[in-house]
């Protein structure tokens, strides 16, 4: 069975740096990134907010993107991983230029660092005597709403990624997913895979074998983004041995609460 939870992992460049160059820019409010990388093939640019990663892409060895920052503050960097080691960039420029507010707009709550969580942990083999499978378990009493539109772009990227490594889609599961709604209003309440009531995340439902987690994302692209480039998450979207999955994103007091359970 694996788990995580979503936590700062940089994955950790090869120890020579690449020959080339990257660089990054801000001027207003977009984010301007360069590069000119000798690749062997293909290249991954990711790019850091205050050392998190908020966007990833494949990119070949000669480019440029840019991205608009929204006036969102914070270090800017970018990393360009190569078959021949890492180019970084800390981003040069003027300040990110804050958008003029509305004082009667309420601002969305800022994203929080993210939690450690209980590292992944291998599911035991079922035994004679195992205990029957856990009943469904109805969601708490907290207040907040449900975005399938955002669970639904969650599913749609999850796809997308194991189609890339040559892996079968997912199916979307009513079951796992009703288990994931409940969860994601209980890690409203306590942000862990340990439930509210002390047992372990997989009693919510016998038909889930792994869970991802995650808070503070506001969007499908941030969450997925952050989840790919950690490798117990990573590890769990694209598991060949799973074969369903549900998604909840579930919005308390301005700030998303994201589960994703699995199943086979």
Not at 117 to 122: N, R, V, Y
């Amino acid at each position: 069975m694996r788990i995580a939870a979503i936590a700062l992992c940089i994955l950790v460049c090869a120890a020579a740096a690449a020959e080339g160059m990257l660089t990054a820019r801000i001027e207003g409010n977009t984010l301007s990134v360069a590069w000119n990388a000798a690749c062997a093939g293909d290249c991954t640019l990711t790019v850091y907010r205050d050392g998190w990663p908020v966007r990833v892409c494949t990119v070949s060895g000669e480019g440029a993107v840019q991205m608009a920052l929204d006036g969102a503050p914070g270090r800017w960097s970018a990393r360009l991983r190569t078959p021949n080691g890492c180019l970084t960039a800390e981003a040069s420029g003027g300040a990110v230029r804050q958008p003029e507010t509305d004082p009667t707009v309420k601002e969305p709550a800022p994203e929080p660092v993210p939690t450690t969580a209980p590292q992944p942990t291998e599911k035991p083999l079922p035994q004679p005597t195992e205990a029957p499978a856990p009943k469904p378990t109805a969601a708490p009493a907290v207040d907040g709403t449900n975005r399938p539109d955002l669970a639904a772009e969650v599913i749609r990227q999850v796809n997308a990624e194991r189609a890339k490594q040559g892996l079968s889609p997912l199916r979307e599961d009513a079951e796992l997913t009703r288990a994931a709604c409940v969860r994601a209003k209980e890690i409203a309440q306590q942000f862990s895979h340990t439930r509210p009531d002390g047992s372990a995340w997989r009693t919510v439902s016998g038909a889930a074998y792994g869970e991802n987690i995650a808070r503070g994302q506001r969007t499908a692209d941030k969450v997925m983004a952050a989840w790919l480039t950690s490798q117990g998450h990573r590890e769990n979207i694209l598991r060949a041995s799973y074969g369903s999955i549900g998604v909840c994103a579930f919005v308390r007091d301005g700030v998303v609460h994201w589960v994703q359970l699995f199943g086979k």
